[in-house]
């Protein structure tokens, strides 16, 4: 095609340098638009190049990337949803459902039912004075149940028969002690168990003090008020001896230290002669204690073969004396306070002090 429009434009060279006035060969190069027309016809299939962009198909190609569509594989990491490994977490859950320790209570409910139990003992208060009044409590497992008050030396002095839970109100004693000791005894089956609970005595508020600081709870308070009277007193190898005037009495006592006894008689003049005299280095008694020592009996004979000789002559002066709520008299002696019964006769020796 290209040689076909080379020819033609050489053609129109040469017409054109053609001379003269010829004319005719004009119409031959009138034919030339014909080429043209023969040209663009084949020249249109040329132009059919265009449906090759028709290369659109090759965006078909693009569903490839369909294949991004795998990340939904991805997705699958999602489905291993380790929280719920976390959930066999709640298999430790199991681990508090080992209340199997339930289990290991029911040994406490073994103990073998032939040994008695005391659940709890108590009291209402833990001191009082002499007469006040005690509320015990308590709770066993046993057959019986005893409570006891017991002496200093832990014997039994009082006794009293419970049931196995109660309550129990005693009177706290007037004894000459710190403290008063009650025992909760229970038995099963020839076995025993027991508890104490010590109840301390405090002295009394009273109205009237004693003439002496601290007296002891047991000692309750007085019923009179203290008072100075006419009195001697003699110590002897011994024992003592004393003489005191308290309104219509007139006593002479004497004390015994080994046998912690005192024994008192009626005030007389001696008029006899003394049977025995005193070694040397002792000393006779009074003449106010004579008539006691030479003619009235103690414990194991004559006064004068059992509280021996005097160590110190007599001393007269008033001794300070008080009654208490039983009238018993409560006398401060040169070698301490004591207490005696109401008509000074005879009887265990009670050192207050």
């Not at 594989?73 to 999602?78: E, G």
């Not at 004693?173 to 005595?201: C, D, E, F, H, M």
């Not at 190898?237 to 309104?247: E, L, S």
């Not at 030479?294 to 194991?300: E, P, R, V």
Request: charged residues 10%; neutral net charge.
């Amino acid at each position: 095609m290209l040689r076909r429009v080379t020819l033609t434009v050489l053609m129109l060279v040469l017409a054109a340098c053609g001379t003269g006035g010829d004319t005719e060969p004009l119409p031959t190069v009138a034919q030339l638009p014909t080429v043209t027309p023969s040209d663009t016809p084949t020249n249109t299939p040329v132009s059919t190049p265009t449906p090759t962009a028709t290369a659109t198909p090759t965006y078909t190609d693009t569903p490839t990337a369909s294949a991004t569509h795998t990340p939904t594989v991805t997705f699958t990491p999602t489905n291993t949803p380790l929280p719920s490994a976390t959930f066999t977490a709640t298999l430790t859950m199991t681990a508090s459902h080992t209340p199997t320790a339930t289990a290991t209570f029911t040994p406490t409910a073994s103990p073998t039912p032939t040994d008695p139990v005391i659940v709890t003992f108590s009291s209402n208060v833990s001191s009082s004075a002499p007469n006040g009044s005690v509320i015990f409590r308590w709770e066993a497992q046993a057959d019986s149940v005893v409570l006891e008050r017991l002496n200093m030396s832990g014997t039994p002095i009082e006794s009293n028969s419970v049931p196995l839970i109660g309550t129990f109100t005693v009177t706290i004693p007037n004894v000459a002690q710190s403290q008063v000791i009650y025992r909760l005894t229970a038995t099963r089956g020839g076995k025993t168990t027991s508890l104490s609970l010590p109840i301390t005595l405090v002295a009394p508020v009273c109205a009237i003090s004693w003439f002496f600081a601290n007296p002891p709870a047991n000692l309750g308070c007085p019923n009179s008020y203290s008072q100075s009277y006419p009195a001697w007193y003699q110590p002897f190898q011994n024992g003592h001896f004393f003489r005191i005037q308290i309104g219509a009495l007139d006593k002479v006592c004497g004390i015994q230290n080994n046998l912690n006894l005192y024994t008192c008689a009626n005030y007389a003049v001696y008029t006899g002669t003394p049977p025995v005299t005193p070694p040397s280095g002792t000393v006779a008694p009074d003449p106010v204690f004579a008539d006691m020592f030479y003619n009235q009996l103690a414990i194991g004979g004559f006064w004068y073969s059992v509280i021996g000789w005097g160590t110190a002559g007599a001393s007269n002066a008033p001794l300070v004396a008080q009654t208490d709520s039983g009238g018993r008299i409560v006398v401060q002696l040169p070698m301490g306070v004591y207490r005696f019964d109401a008509l000074l006769t005879s009887g265990a020796v009670e050192k207050l002090q």
